[in-house]
């Protein structure tokens, strides 16, 4: 049985497949999560340093926000 995916991990990953700015709702789908878990994971992602918040959507976890996969390079 393969191993289930964290949300964190889940979220980043589909991040860094959406190839640009993407809001909270469409990674909510692409990683198969609700939009408040993507939120909370998208959001722990910009405090490591992984995604980057690309607007300024009042609420911490906003799924409207847009962010965007800090490049590894």
Known sequence: M???KSTRQA???SLRAAQGAVDGYG????AKVS???ASRALERLVVEGL???QDDVDGLTD???TFR???SS
């Open 35 to 37: 939009p408040l878990q």
């Open 27 to 30: 990674i909510a789908k692409l």
């Open 69 to 71: 996969a800090v490049s």
């Open 51 to 53: 995604a980057s918040k």
């Open 11 to 13: 979220t980043l990953d």
């Open 63 to 65: 799924p409207s926000a």
């Open 2 to 4: 393969p191993e289930k």
